[in-house]
């Protein structure tokens, strides 16, 4: 059984940073790409950064370009998202994604809270 757990979240006051960290286990097939979104309170979900394991290419939304930096280690199958100049903006619960091969079905984590508060 597929296993996507992320860890790292935490307070932060604004303009700090933190890294986020995920792992995916329980799989022999490949993955084709791993993600990143999340959620704030009353408000919907969205994406964050979604990378591809075959040539690391990212996929940032546009109010984290140049602040977070998504990153992958392949053999360990592994996920990074550090993230830098936090606002308040970012409080959420962000969620892991992996999805595995051949069908791309999308797994979730249960989410890491980061909260960025003075």
């Known amino acids: 059984q597929v296993r996507v757990v992320e860890s790292g979240g935490g307070l932060v006051q604004p303009g700090g940073s933190l890294r986020l960290s995920c792992v995916v286990s329980g799989s022999d097939a490949g993955i084709y790409a791993m993600g990143w979104h999340r959620q704030a309170p009353g408000k919907q979900r969205e994406m964050v950064a979604v990378?591809?394991?075959?040539?690391?290419?990212?996929n940032y939304r546009d109010s984290v370009r140049g602040r977070f930096t998504a990153s992958i280690h392949k053999v360990n199958n592994t996920a990074f998202l550090q993230m830098d100049s936090l606002t308040t903006e970012d409080t959420a619960t962000y969620y892991c994604?992996?999805?595995?091969?051949?069908?791309?079905?999308?797994?979730w984590g249960q989410g890491t809270q980061v909260t960025v508060s003075s």
């Open positions: 990378t591809l394991m075959n040539d690391g290419y990212t």
């Open positions: 994604t992996a999805n595995i091969l051949p069908n791309m079905y999308e797994h």
